[in-house]
């Protein structure tokens, strides 16, 4: 009954790096079904089917308000057609057999559990399926060898299944600040990845930490650590170098063991035995992913941009940068490829001008 003039048709950018999304999603249904697809060829070793997903997600995520029906969308970017029957599917018949097939299917179910462990990727969760590991029940029967990560992602599957919140993110900046602090005093913590750009849960807590030399010492507080230090350099003269001591930017994707709300005044100390065999009904913590990124001074508007996401913000601003601006961004420096040299910057709203873009703040790059 609606007159096809009268239907609003929506306009967006191509580029998600030139759009504002916020966290205000009017489409979740939309959304949440072609996130399953992407996640889905992703899992598959389909990644360009999975950024095709993403991005067309991430368009319905940033217009204004709910898609009742296809002729809405005409002339919006990034909806092939594949993702065009997924949505007119679930519109003309409330759900799209294709994701409900795929939520279903054995192969899906078992690459998100295996997967859903910490240290294992499609490849690995792969390689098990083929030799009909399909749970994690099968996983610990098969007698497979796990890595460090794998093994201490097994024993705090449940911790890390479960989202973490606000306020635990906090409880951990806490402590990580206290730990920086006395260490390299004046040292700055920021809190990056999706509580910076305003979700309330996250899958983990991603802190940038700037700091010139110094290694932290969070030994106490780890109950899993991999450091790796990273072997960019900023040179004059070309991309990339071997690193020196002086200018090094480490990461460390953790395994972090938070007290109980309850008891996080007390001083927390080294695992006992008795901690690892800890019952869940009389739980004293609970074990929180946490990345912790460190950046020299020199790099850190590039860090900060860098690791505050969401992923596809950063591939579309990467993206923009090489093909509309002839520019190589990272999360450590922006090279002008026409100049033939590093452009420098000490807040993300220079990078933004450098790249000819609107300043987008990290609450609108929830693409
Ligand atoms: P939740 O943790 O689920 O709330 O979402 P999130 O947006 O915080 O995701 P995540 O912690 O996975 O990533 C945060 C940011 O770090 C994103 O911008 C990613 O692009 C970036 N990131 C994650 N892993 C890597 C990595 O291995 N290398 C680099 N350079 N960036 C990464
Ligand atoms: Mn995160
Ligand atoms: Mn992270």
New binding site residues.
Partial sequence: QIDEAEVVAFSVPSYACLRRTTLDNHNPVLTDALSLLAENAELSDEDGRGVAFRRAAAVLKALPEPVTGVTQLRGLPCLGGHSLRVIRDILENGASSEVEFTKQSERFKALKVLTDIFGVGAKTAERWIRDGIHSLHQLQESGQTLNRAQQAGLEHYDDLKQPVTKAEADAIGEIVEEAVVSVLPGAQITL????R?G?L????V?FLITHPEEVLSLQGFLLYQKTTRNSYLEAKDGPARPASNMDRFE?CFSIFKLADAEKRGTKQTENTPEDTCRLAAHSRWRAVRV?LVVSPISQFAFALL??????L??RELRRWAGHEKAMSL??HALYDNKQGRYLKATSEEEIFTYLGLEYIPPSERNA
């Avoid at 990056?192 to 509580?195: L, S, V």
């Avoid at 860098?306 to 992923?311: A, M, Y």
């Fill in positions: 990056i990845g999706g509580f750009r979700k849960t996250g899958h983990d991603d990461r990345d860098g690791w505050t996401g969401s992923k913000f950063e990272s999360s």
